[in-house]
C-alpha cells in the first residue's frame, strides 16, 4: 500500500497593531493572507510560533511605545518580526534587539509575509490546500483572499481537516465584511472567498447576525455575498466576489439570483470529488444528493454565463470501472466548465486508508486520464462558444509581447477564471495606461482547450 502523506500541524501566528488606520489596512492585508495559508492566529504570545510586531513611528511617544511592545514580545516569545513605520528605523531596533528576526518597512506587507514563511513554514499539502501554490508567494494587490471560517463540521474520510483545523468556527460576519471593505479600499479588485466550508458559514454561531452600516447582517453566505456585492472600489466600481469551496446545499440556490443581478460573479467552485453514488458514500461527501444534475440546469436558467468549476478525486477505494464510467456520464451531462483531477493518496490519520480495495495505481494513473481527456475537452467547446463575444475582463499583467503563449503584453482572466487555477485572457492590443487590476471590456477572437485569446473591444 502507498505510504500514507503526513500534514503538519498549521503554524501559529501572534499580532501587535499599533498606529494609524494606514498602519491597520497593513495588519488587516498581512492576517488575511496568512489566514488564507492556513496559518492560525494565536491570541497569546507564548502559544505562537512566530510573533509580529506592526509599529507606528510617527512621534517619539509612539516609537517608545512600539520599542516597549517589541521588547514584550521578544522577552515572551523570543520568536519576533518587526513591521510598519518604525521599520524605516532598522538599526534603532536593532541595537535595543538585535536577535529580531527581520524588520520591514510600511506597507511591504509582501516582505513581512515571506519572513512569516521564512519563521515558520505554511503547513502545505493537496488535501489541505485553499490557496493554490502560486498564490502563496505574494498574492497581487488587485485580488486578495478572504477566508471566513475556520475548521469543518464534516467527517468526509479522505480528510484530516476536522482532526487538524477541529470544527466549523465561523468568523463575525462585521469582521470579515470590515476586513473586505478594508481590501477593497487598499486596492482589491476581486475578493476570493475561502474556507474549508462556505456554504456552512454561520452555521456554527446560529447565523448570529451582526450591526453593519446600520442594519443587522447574518453570518450567512447569502447575506455575505450580498454584502460584497455592494462594496465599492475608489473609482466607484464593484469589485468581483467568487465563491470558493461552496458544497451544493439547497441554500445555494439563494445565490444565484446575485450573480443574474451583478452582485456576485456567477462562478461557483464546488468540489464534487465524484459523482458515484457508492463512492460518494465511501467518502461520507456532505451535500452529496441525487438532484444535483437538476439544480445546475436551474442554475443555468437563472445566470446563464455561471462557471461551475469542481474537482474530482480518482482512483479512491473501491471505486469500480462503472463507478468512474458514472462520473463520466455525469459530467457529460453536467458540463461543467473547469475541472481539477486528483489521483487518490492516502493522508497519514484519514479513515479512508482502512477501506478496503485500493485501487492499483495503473488503473488510477489511465482513469486520471481518461478523466483529464473528457474534462479538456468539454473546456474547449465551451471557450469555443465564447469566440465573437464581449467580455468583462481584469487585468493581472502587463508585459512585453511573448510569441510562445500567443499574447501581445497583457494577460487577464474573465469572470469564468479564478487566478492561479483557471486559465487566461491574452490580450492582442494593450492600450496606453493598461495596468493590473484595471477592469477592461475584451471581444474574444480566438479560444484553445484553457485560455480565450482578444482585443479590446472598441
Ligand atoms: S468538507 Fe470534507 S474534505 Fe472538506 S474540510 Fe470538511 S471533512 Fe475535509
Redesign the pocket.
Known sequence: MTTPITIPAPPKVGMVSLGCPKALVDSERILTKLRAEGYQMSADYAGADVVLVNTCGFLDSAKEESLEAIGEAMAENGRVIVTGCMGNEADVIRARFPDVLAITGAHQYEDVVQAVHDAAPPARGA??DLVPEGGIKLTPRHYSYLKISE??????S?????SL?GDLASRRIDAVLREAEKLVAAGTRELLVIS??TSAYGVDTRHEPRAWKGRDVRAHMTDLARELGGLRTPEGKAPWVRLH?V?PYPHVDQVIPLMADGLLTPYLDI?F?HAAPAVLKRM???ANEAKVLDRIKAWRQIAPDITIRSSFVVGFPGETEADFQYLLDWLDEAQLDRVGGFRFEPVEGAAANLLPDPVPEAVKEERYQRLMEKTAAISAAKLAAKVGRTLPVIIDEVGEPDEEDGSVGATGRSQADAPEIDGHVYLRDVPEGLAPGSFVDVLVEDADEHDLYGVIAG
Open positions: 488535501f489541505i475548521g469543518c463540521n464534516h467527517r468526509c479522505f480528510c484530516i481537516i476536522p483545523r474549508q466550508d469551496y458544497y468540489p470529488q461520507k461527501r456532505p
